[in-house]
């Protein structure tokens, strides 16, 4: 990053400025969403990432895409707990900030870390994908970085945890999973309640200690009987094979159709919240699910 020169000669009243700013980024609580100027540019956002991830997106309000994109991120951050923080550009009133992230259309959105661009997409994306996009890149990056000063973090448990716990070890299945629900309305990128309520669904269908039969062999006896491949999906996921289970679906999603085909479909995307969303399974069964469908 070049230094602040002014015809020349430092700029002092800039260098204090993003003196004070560092002093007072050591202070202050963090924004989960903020605007970037030069100002804060290298105590908000390179500093920043050396602690958590940074999302920049960098935009106009001359684009429906950027606005939409704009309101997107300020939702998932505000629920970030924390894991990451995002700043934004306007690429109207400060060009020569995007220009030095080096974009070239708006919105773009990049991902940094410990100073350096990660990721980056162009355009707008679904809340769905932006979730999961965001989940990943915590997951992957985060552990990497410093984190934020114990006292910037949100430190004490969420007390529905132990109740949710407490439910399923009382065969609660129902409690547990509105619990999960209720955390996931308050912060709906979080990878792990997701993964435990998928969990719960799993166990709750299978019913393992009241099922005296076999769901695979079942399944496998009745291919044309849509319920038991569901079933069997099930087992083999808890039985440690995801890619059976992903396999078993994306055929019934290929030789079914109405609400056959539906229940196939939303089952996959289930059972794909078991797995990390960069499980490379995943995303081979995520192209297939893709190619299925369109």
Not at 21 to 34: G, I, T, Y
Not at 72 to 101: C, K, R, W
Not at 183 to 194: G, H, Q, R, S, V
Not at 282 to 287: M, N, Q
Request: negative net charge; glycine residues 6%; proline residues 5%.
């Amino acid at each position: 990053m070049s230094h602040p020169f002014t015809g020349g000669a430092v700029d002092l009243g800039r260098v204090q400025a993003q003196a004070e700013a560092k002093e007072k980024l050591a202070q202050a609580a963090v924004e989960p969403f903020f605007t970037i100027t030069e100002d804060n540019l290298e105590t908000e956002v390179l500093h920043r990432s050396t602690q958590v991830p940074v999302i920049v997106l960098v935009g106009t309000s001359r684009s429906e895409d950027s606005q939409a994109l704009k309101a997107s991120f300020e939702h998932l951050a505000a629920q970030s707990n924390n894991t990451f923080v995002v700043g934004y550009i306007d690429g109207d009133t400060t060009p020569q900030i995007a220009q030095a992230m080096g974009v070239r259309g708006m919105p773009t959105t990049l991902a940094l870390a410990a100073g350096r661009p990660v990721t980056s997409f162009e355009g707008n994306q679904p809340v769905e994908a932006l979730q999961e996009w965001v989940s990943t890149l915590v997951k992957q990056v985060g552990p990497q970085l410093a984190g934020l000063p114990e006292d910037e973090q949100e430190e004490a448990a969420d007390p529905r945890l132990d109740a949710a716990t407490a439910a399923l070890n009382m065969g609660d299945f129902d409690a547990a999973t509105k619990l999960y629900d209720e955390i996931l309305a308050e912060d709906p990128t979080n990878a792990e309640i997701k993964q435990a309520k998928a969990t719960v669904g799993v166990i709750k269908r299978l019913d393992p200690q009241n099922r005296d039969t076999d769901a695979i062999a079942e399944a496998d006896a009745d291919v044309t009987n849509v319920d038991k491949q569901l079933d069997a999906a099930d087992a083999e996921v808890v039985a440690g094979a995801p890619e059976k289970a992903f396999d078993r679906l994306l055929k019934v999603i290929q030789e079914t159709a109405g609400d056959e085909r539906e229940a196939a479909k939303s089952r996959l995307i289930e059972l794909f919240t078991l797995l990390d969303a960069a499980d490379p399974r995943v995303a081979e069964a995520r192209t297939r699910l893709a190619s299925a469908l369109f």
